[in-house]
DNA sequence: CGGACAAGCTGA
DNA sequence: CAGCTTGTCCGG
């Protein structure tokens, strides 16, 4: 990629005149992936690569960003002068990084620099940060062998602190830390602060990042500016947060090992279980297995596997005496609304919708919804009329009011919809997987129905049902506090299961990557999901490049692009011009 | 993106 | 052919 733009040949002696300077801007508008030369008149005074500044083009004030302060304009072409100079963006190695990364996640430099800028203006660059006087950390040799590697996984068990890892990064000078949410990165920074360490939380310190102190933040903290930048730290590499779900779908993790390597300073991915990417790119780092077992839960697997697949409910006879005594207890179901699949008491017909005849969702208000299209019914057979379904594949709506009964106290049901409102305070609940989002902390959590994700029709299913456990492992903490995860299964060997019993995320790493391997899966290829209505003209631009599998298109009109690497994959979505039309270009997709 | 302009459709 | 919509082009 063009890191490298003609420079002007210095003039030959001095001429009549000192002539204006020429930058060349890119606008703010993702839309316009094209940069236009502009004069910089005196008024405006000297700008510096990556300036915010603001352009008239085609009649419109834009801003954009300075992305050669002395460019070398296309001979022929009339310029006009810049309008002014708002302020500091993002440094010219941030300005590189942006363009990387739009070729490896095949999206438009502008969005990625929208990222990387300060949220309100910054006229000049700030002083340097008087750095303080170091402060004593106490050596933990893990962290360090982990920081001296340069490129290392750092797997910590879930009841682990990751905090030393974080101190013991800032304490070598400016550290990047990226962690996977705000509520993470401000409590970081928190801590830091009363360790005696001065950090800015991304965006909102930006100045202060720029004046070279340690910054914290979720995502976008990738792209936050560091002129002294001594390592970089990713929080929980595993966790899905790290990747933009809008496209350009990049993953800060990627952004920041790229970074890292740019910088060439240390790079550290922690994660109870880190993914194959990180496996991949870095040297593991692990405590002493008695260390790792002892910051897991014990993990309790019902076996149910002679369980009537008919008769069995969601309740086996095992599970609930383990939901009885005092503590918290959490179930979690997937799936909302009453039930997900239904059928006919009378004649046995499934329940389907009427227009596209999907499987409808019995919901909460009693009536019968197709996810497909959209389309509602009161919940009767379309065969025989009768009024009564039987629920086979019940969801936390119901699974709520089955527990309430059987346990006779208060159950509250928990989903991604009562996120916003205060929970009734109970001792047992029922959700999705965002009842481990809203419930702090408690003695039990089970998986009322682990199977469902780990045989989920998705390449990284097991990774992300991984990334579910290691969730309820830090709710329930570690098995010496009496931390307890219950997972009601038919697969009770399978590795993700065995990975947690054995408290060796190890286990997983290995089956997952022989299967991806077979089956030609990231890592061991790049993907790419294509989708929206001008998908088909992409697709027609793209041909047929060496080395780019063409996969699709599916019933929603989606493509899927194979190739064996990222290198090969991104040149050839960026040798093709984009099409215009509703366009979806999904690099990495999480969800295949 | 959004303005400019050209080509296409409609109504009397 | 004015008056309008729709599409394509292009910006320094």
Not at 275 to 297: C, F, I, K, M, Y
Request: hydrophobic share 45%; aromatic share 4%.
């Amino acid at each position: 990629m063009g890191a490298h733009r003609p420079r002007r040949p210095a003039p030959l002696g001095p001429g009549p005149l000192t002539p204006s300077r020429v930058a060349r801007v890119l606008p703010d508008e993702p839309a316009i992936d094209r940069a236009f030369d502009y004069l910089v008149p005196d008024s405006v005074g000297p700008v510096e690569v990556g300036d915010v500044v603001r352009i008239s083009l085609h009649g419109r004030r834009v801003g954009g960003w300075v992305l050669d302060a002395d460019a070398a304009p296309p001979p022929g072409v009339t310029l006009r002068p810049l309008a002014k100079r708002s302020g500091l963006g993002p440094p010219p190695e941030v300005i590189d990084l942006a363009s990387w990364a739009a070729w490896r996640w095949a999206g438009r430099r502008a969005t990625f620099l929208r990222t990387a800028s300060p949220p309100t203006v910054v006229p000049r660059r700030p002083r340097r940060a008087d750095s303080g006087p170091p402060v004593a950390i106490p050596a933990d040799e893990l962290v360090t062998s982990a920081l001296d590697a340069r490129q290392a996984v750092l797997r910590l068990p879930p009841a682990a602190d990751v905090f030393p890892v974080v101190l013991a990064a800032a304490a070598r000078g400016q550290a990047l830390v990226v962690a996977p949410s705000v509520a993470t990165a401000r409590h970081l920074a928190l801590r830091l602060r009363r360790a005696g360490i001065d950090a800015a939380i991304h965006p909102r310190d930006w100045a202060r990042a720029a004046a070279g102190t340690t910054v914290v933040g979720a995502r976008a903290a990738a792209w936050a500016p560091a002129p002294d930048l001594a390592c970089v730290v990713v929080v929980d590499e595993h966790d899905e947060a790290h990747q933009e779900e809008r496209a350009p779908t990049w993953s800060a993790r990627d952004v920041a090992i790229e970074r890292a390597r740019r910088a060439g300073v240390p790079c550290v991915l922690t994660s109870p279980a880190p993914s194959l990417e990180a496996l991949g790119w870095g040297r593991l780092v692990a405590p002493s297995r008695g260390t790792e077992r002892g910051g897991w839960p014990i993990l309790d697997v019902i076996d149910r596997r002679h369980d009537d697949p008919v008769k069995a409910g969601l309740w086996s006879e095992r599970l609930v005496p383990r939901l009885r005594g005092d503590g918290t207890v959490l179930c979690v179901l997937n799936r909302t609304g009453r039930a997900r699949l239904s059928a006919c008491v009378a004649c046995g017909e499934l329940a389907r919708c009427a227009r596209c005849e999907a499987a409808v969702v019995h919901q909460p208000d009693g009536t019968l919804a197709c996810r497909r299209c959209d389309a509602e019914r009161p919940a009767l057979c379309l065969a025989c009329g009768a009024t009564r379904l039987k629920h086979l594949r019940v969801g936390v709506t119901r699974a709520r009011e089955e527990l309430e009964a059987l346990l006779g106290e208060p159950v509250v049901e928990v989903t991604g919809a009562t996120a916003d409102r205060e929970l009734p305070s109970a001792r047992v609940y029922v959700g999705t997987e965002a009842v481990l989002h809203q419930v702090p902390s408690a003695q039990v959590v089970a998986f009322l129905d682990i199977d469902q994700e780990l045989v989920a029709p998705r390449y990284r299913a097991a990774e992300q049902a991984m990334g579910l456990l290691v969730r309820a492992a830090r709710v329930v903490g570690a098995r010496a506090g009496g931390g307890r995860l219950v997972v009601q299964t038919r697969l009770p060997r399978h590795e993700v299961l065995d990975a947690v019993l054995k408290a060796d995320p190890g286990r997983l790493a290995a089956a997952d990557d022989a299967r991806r391997r077979a089956l030609r899966f990231p890592p061991h290829a790049a993907l790419a999901e294509v989708s929206g209505a001008a998908a088909g003209a992409l697709i027609e631009a793209l041909g047929r490049p060496l080395g780019i599998d063409v996969l699709g298109p599916d019933e929603s009109g989606r493509w899927l692009l194979r190739a064996a690497d990222h290198q090969v994959l991104a040149d050839a979505l960026a040798a093709t011009p984009r099409p215009a039309g509703r366009l979806r270009v999904a690099v990495d997709p999480p969800r295949v």
